[in-house]
């Protein structure tokens, strides 16, 4: 008996895992910076989203931009752009596009690419200092990506 | 906050004299800068300029530094007789203001061996080869409290380090290292401190990332730092596998960070948080 429940449970996990309808880092196709299509088919949940945006060991989004619709997160970066107003300026694929992989919307831009795995210089073991090996884990995962966007659709002026 | 964040925006409007036991030593926080950077910026800045009032004030009095802790400490080491004969450097150098001048070259290029040399190196040269003892590490208390001593007896005068003849390879070599965007993050030293000097990331105040005032006190750590050490971290911030301290990579790139800063004076021994 509690082998068969083991096996049920282990049945929910497969199904649970993202990996079936998730689109990988490699696989995502940008047309002019935008990702049509979502990373998991999954609605992304705003609420999450910020989570990710301000905690430093994910997004940390706000290490370079600051966010009036998030008055409390303290010391926000002045080194790119407000994102109020976000919502107006960028549709949800091209915001998609922007969070998976700004280098594809701002040519050269400091903003980090949070949705790739390979391709870079001496690439680490996240902050150990140590070599890692490509594909590195992107640094959000699909469905923190669909998260941040459904927080950034919200931003209208 | 938004307020604060503005009234950082740039360098401090601050002058730096330090009272120590021999006098006021003024100490050159911001110039104009090297010819080869004049398409990049007009004017250098200290890394003290981009440290809050608190932090700048403990560098204006040597009774207040807390670094001079391991200048003192380096002092001991000078005096003792630790050589495997019973050396000291003193025996060889007599007092540390022997030193006078160097701080303010290194790195530079050895006549004899060609090597390039940071001030390590040259500690080591004499505690393997003369003193016949085993090579200090690069990051260790004894090296980091020598460096400190030797640094501050170049206080005050002002960084020129050669970049042409036998440097101009090294120098090109750190310079391309400074460009290139490491890690996953893909960063490089040029995206924080060239194009975002004076802005904020996150808490933190970015400098231009000069190394004039190393080795300097950082408050976060309650100890030394030294400018190869300072390069391991910003390197490993970048989701890189960084460049070991005094690895060839990491001293040319301390030549070319150095050659950023000629024109401003040898702070070290400084503060910073």
Known sequence: ?157 | LALAGAALAGPAEDELVIETDDGPVRIVTKTAAPAFLADTFDTIYSGWLFRDDTTRDMERDDFDNPAMVFVDRGMDAWNAAMGANGESCAGCHQGPESMAGLRAVLPRVDAESGKLMILEDYINACVTGRMGLEKWGTTSDDMKDMLSLISLQSRGMPVNVAIDGPAAHFWEQGKEIYYTRYGQLEMSCANCHEDNYGNMIRADHLSQGQVNGFPTYRLKDAGMVSAQQRFVGCVRDTRAETFKAGSDEFRALELYVASRGNGLTVEGVSVRH
């Open chain 1, 1 to 157: 008996m509690n082998s068969h429940l083991w096996r049920v449970s282990a049945m929910v996990t497969v199904i649970a895992t993202p990996a079936i309808c998730e689109t990988a880092p490699k696989d995502v196709s940008f047309a002019e910076g935008a990702v049509e299509a979502s990373l998991t088919g999954v609605p992304g949940d705003p609420a999450n989203g910020v989570k990710v945006m301000t905690t430093n060991a994910l997004g940390n989004c706000v290490a370079c931009h600051q966010i009036g619709a998030l008055p409390d997160v303290e010391f926000p970066g002045t080194i790119a752009p407000p994102l109020d107003g976000a919502g107006d300026r960028w549709s949800e694929a091209e915001l998609r596009g922007i969070v998976a992989n700004a280098k594809m919307t701002f040519e050269g831009t400091f903003m980090p690419a949070f949705y790739k795995v390979d391709g870079f210089v001496r690439p680490g073991d996240g902050f150990t200092g140590k070599a890692g090996t490509e594909p590195l884990a992107p640094i959000l995962n699909a469905q923190q990506i669909e998260d941040v966007v459904a927080f950034l659709v919200t931003l209208k002026e």
